[in-house]
């Protein structure tokens, strides 16, 4: 049998295959961020379709740090209802589910938290989100530490199996992380150590508040491509190493995704018109400008993470690795994990476009995404359109 179809452990919680849903902001939530039939449908379907670990879309943590659109909440207890029928849902049907939590930082926008964003440091004109970020207080420092805390809270309540904290992106943990956007130079700047400071304060937090037996992962940018002293694979590596003897239970790294480096984390097309074509008119030349720069310089590559991999996966020792990032084979992912450079295989847009994938590759009736990466499922949500592939034009 072929290895990805083998159950693996990250910590205590047995997953029953390799195949993990990675982490897709689906803009299927209610306005203020409950769970919906829409989610419920998504994920109990992926999780029938055999997906061993479900994460779905980033969950916001606090009010400061939600994002533009129709992303899932963890902020408030109201919410905890909701994602125990999205739990149930997945459950019942065999698989387990990590929520991923995520505050915004600086990428967002004063029409969706009502006040400039919060970010390490004061940045300049952000042109994607029209915006100058504000630098946080120690005391909003502490209050965005313990939202993650709280969320971890309402996660077990909701009777999560565990929690996958969002370092990547460009968001907040990630903007901390990063010497380009961090430049603190009091007890959360200014070193490695004080850089990584934050993440170290909200694993603490966040272990405190999972229940016995919950998973603890991260994903982790290894590059942030940003034109000064950033993020990069050496110093992901070190930030590795420390989240390993903090205790988390996985780890998955990814790249970019800041108005510098937009593409580097799914790579492919870049969709210009139609990524451009619903903004409100007086967006639409700057947003042509942004995107258009990007075309052609995004190459799709299979398996375009690996390399990174290597770097990484070993400071973090026995702990499992999870590789995202342009996985399409079916023989270039058993590869990739009987070679020992990932224990996991995580997919976001080959399940957006065929939620049956892993069900398929069990039953040999397909060995390989039919996915083109063409990007047009980020235009979607992009525009507050719920996920779906518009090459298959079937709703996921
Ligand atoms: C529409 C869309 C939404 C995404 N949302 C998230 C998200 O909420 N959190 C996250 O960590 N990554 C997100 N990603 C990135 C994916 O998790 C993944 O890292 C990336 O797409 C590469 O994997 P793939 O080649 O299997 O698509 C998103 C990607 C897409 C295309």
Same mark, same amino acid.
């Given at each position: 049998?072929?290895?990805?179809?083998?159950?693996?452990?990250?910590?205590?919680?047995?997953?029953?295959?390799?195949?993990?849903?990675?982490?897709?902001?689906?803009?299927?939530?209610?306005?203020?961020?409950?769970?919906?039939?829409?989610?419920?449908?998504?994920?109990?379907?992926?999780?029938?379709?055999?997906?061993?670990?479900?994460?779905?879309?980033?969950?916001?943590?606090?009010?400061?740090?939600?994002?533009?659109?129709?992303?899932?909440?963890?902020?408030?207890?109201?919410?905890?209802?909701?994602?125990?029928?999205?739990?149930?849902?997945?459950?019942?049907?065999?698989?387990?589910?990590?929520?991923?939590?995520?505050?915004?930082?600086?990428?967002?926008?004063?029409?969706?938290?009502?006040?400039?964003?919060?970010?390490?440091?004061?940045?300049? *004109?952000?042109?994607?989100?029209?915006?100058?970020?504000?630098?946080?207080?120690?005391?909003?420092?502490?209050?965005?530490?313990?939202? *993650?805390?709280?969320?971890?809270?309402?996660?077990?309540?909701?009777?999560?199996?565990?929690?996958?904290?969002?370092?990547?992106?460009?968001?907040?943990?990630?903007?901390?992380?990063?010497?380009?956007?961090?430049?603190?130079?009091?007890?959360?700047?200014?070193?490695?150590?004080?850089?990584?400071?934050?993440?170290?304060?909200?694993?603490?937090?966040?272990?405190?508040?999972?229940?016995?037996?919950?998973?603890?992962?991260?994903?982790?940018?290894?590059?942030?491509?940003?034109?000064?002293?950033?993020?990069?694979?050496?110093?992901?590596?070190?930030?590795?190493? =420390?989240?390993?003897?903090?205790?988390?239970?996985?780890?998955?790294?990814?790249?970019?995704?800041?108005?510098?480096?937009?593409?580097?984390?799914?790579?492919?097309?870049?969709?210009?018109?139609?990524?451009?074509?619903?903004?409100?008119?007086?967006?639409?030349?700057?947003? =042509?400008?942004?995107?258009?720069?990007?075309?052609?310089?995004?190459?799709?590559?299979?398996?375009?993470?690996?390399?990174?991999?290597?770097?990484?996966?070993?400071?973090?020792?026995?702990?499992?690795?999870?590789?995202?990032?342009?996985?399409?084979?079916?023989?270039?992912?058993?590869?990739?994990?009987?070679?020992?450079?990932?224990?996991?295989?995580?997919?976001?847009?080959?399940?957006?476009?065929?939620?049956?994938?892993?069900?398929?590759?069990?039953?040999?009736?397909?060995?390989?995404?039919?996915?083109?990466?063409?990007?047009?499922?980020?235009?979607?949500?992009?525009?507050?359109?719920?996920?779906?592939?518009?090459?298959?034009?079937?709703?996921?």
């Amino acid at each position: 049998m072929s290895v990805l179809f083998t159950p693996c452990n990250i910590g205590e919680v047995e997953i029953k295959n390799r195949f993990v849903h990675a982490a897709t902001y689906e803009a299927m939530a209610e306005e203020d961020g409950r769970v919906s039939d829409l989610l419920l449908r998504r994920y109990a379907r992926l999780a029938r379709e055999e997906v061993g670990l479900i994460i779905p879309g980033i969950m916001i943590v606090h009010p400061l740090g939600n994002v533009p659109g129709r992303a899932i909440g963890i902020h408030d207890d109201a919410m905890v209802p909701g994602l125990r029928k999205l739990v149930d849902a997945v459950h019942e049907q065999g698989a387990k589910i990590f929520f991923q939590l995520l505050h915004a930082g600086a990428q967002t926008n004063r029409q969706t938290i009502g006040r400039p964003p919060l970010a390490p440091s004061r940045t300049g *004109f952000n042109p994607m989100y029209l915006n100058r970020a504000r630098a946080m207080s120690e005391e909003e420092i502490w209050e965005a530490v313990r939202a *993650f805390g709280d969320a971890a809270r309402r996660a077990a309540e909701a009777g999560a199996d565990g929690v996958h904290l969002a370092a990547s992106g460009g968001y907040l943990l990630n903007e901390f992380l990063s010497p380009f956007f961090n430049r603190r130079d009091d007890d959360w700047g200014g070193s490695d150590e004080k850089r990584f400071r934050i993440v170290r304060e909200v694993i603490r937090e966040v272990k405190e508040n999972l229940s016995p037996g919950m998973a603890l992962t991260v994903k982790l940018t290894a590059n942030d491509y940003a034109p000064g002293y950033g993020m990069t694979t050496p110093l992901a590596a070190r930030y590795a190493a =420390w989240m390993a003897e903090a205790g988390i239970d996985a780890l998955e790294i990814a790249s970019g995704c800041t108005t510098y480096s937009g593409w580097h984390i799914w790579r492919g097309d870049v969709p210009v018109k139609e990524l451009v074509r619903d903004l409100p008119a007086w967006q639409k030349p700057a947003a =042509w400008v942004v995107f258009r720069r990007m075309v052609g310089k995004f190459d799709f590559e299979e398996g375009y993470n690996l390399r990174d991999a290597e770097t990484i996966k070993p400071a973090i020792g026995e702990v499992p690795f999870i590789l995202v990032g342009g996985l399409r084979r079916l023989e270039h992912m058993e590869e990739v994990v009987e070679s020992g450079r990932a224990d996991f295989v995580a997919l976001s847009r080959p399940l957006v476009r065929e939620p049956s994938l892993v069900r398929k590759f069990r039953e040999g009736k397909a060995s390989a995404a039919s996915c083109t990466s063409c990007n047009k499922c980020f235009a979607e949500v992009v525009h507050r359109r719920p996920l779906r592939c518009l090459a298959s034009g079937r709703e996921s």
